[in-house]
């Protein structure tokens, strides 16, 4: 995710004016999902204004889709706009290594000494933040009993007998359930994929599960245009690093069409972008230092390559 500083929980600036600021920093980070941001930011600030249920989460969100196309990715710019660091506090749980009964004692401790990864966590995110339930469809049945409790109750008790209070956290579970689907569904519109993948979902999750989300947003295949922004967001970065160093570079002939062609799949969506850009601008620069040419210039796409030309 992105290394550029939101605006630091610790600033100055009142908290009204932070979470006002909140869509438009969402939507510089995040491409093509126009219809999921507005849907999230109310729970946000919500949860921020102290509005949200009590003895419940401070929001709850169920981000359904394909792979690739910003569902983590928003999970981590959310986390880090309202809580800063990402790495203490959002606690991620990938539920595919939670498919088994044993799972469990390795969720919550296995004997009276033991607090599991649950507790682990919690402590080192202070008891606040995000928590990421990744593939939620597959968790173990008794995992999402624990997972439903959490939902309603805020609450989670672990093997040393304490019982963990989560009410000061935003839980995201994402599914790719229907992605596949997908697919066949590209000329419909919005509100019938919608439709379609949330039914899909109420199938294979326990409906009751899916009824307990404050929000539920079915994320998009991301369009040649989305690719192309997210390409050149990525290009930006990569060439400010660049003249950190003091190779100056510009966008030329092909550059994103290519980045675009090489960083997107429909099966990996725009996982490959980030290392697609840095080797390409890399290996342009590397070559004309090597060779002993301007390093700095255009940069153009030739030959399924970047150059550049001085
Ligand atoms: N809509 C988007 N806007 C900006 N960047 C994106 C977007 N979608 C994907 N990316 C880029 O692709 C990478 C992978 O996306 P992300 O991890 O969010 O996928 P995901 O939707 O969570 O997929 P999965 O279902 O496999 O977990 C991100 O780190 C980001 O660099
Ligand atoms: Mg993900």
Redesign the pocket.
Known sequence: ?STDAPIAPSSVESVAQRLLALPSFLES?????EFVIPRVVPTLQNGELGLSDPGRPKGTFL?L????????????LMCEYLFGDVGKHCIRLDMSEYQNQESLQLLLGQNESSRGNIGRFYDKAEGRGFILF??IEKAHPRVLDIFLQVLDAARITVANGDTLNLSNFYIVA???IG?DALMDLKNSSIATIERFIEDLAAAELRPEVLARFNVRCV?QR?GYE?QK??AS??LKKELKLLTAKNHHLTVGKGVLELLVAEGVEPR???????TTVESHCRHAVREAMLQGLPTSGELIALNGKLVIQS
Do not use: C, H, W, Y
């Not at 889709?65 to 990715?73: H, I, Q, S, Y």
């Not at 990996?268 to 980030?274: E, I, K, S």
């Open positions: 995710m980070r995040i491409i093509g999902q981000f889709g394909p792979t690739g196309v910003g569902k983590t990715e928003l999970t981590l990744d593939e994402t599914s790719n992605a994320f991301l989305a922004k997210i967001i990525m990996l969506g725009a996982r490959r972008m980030r």
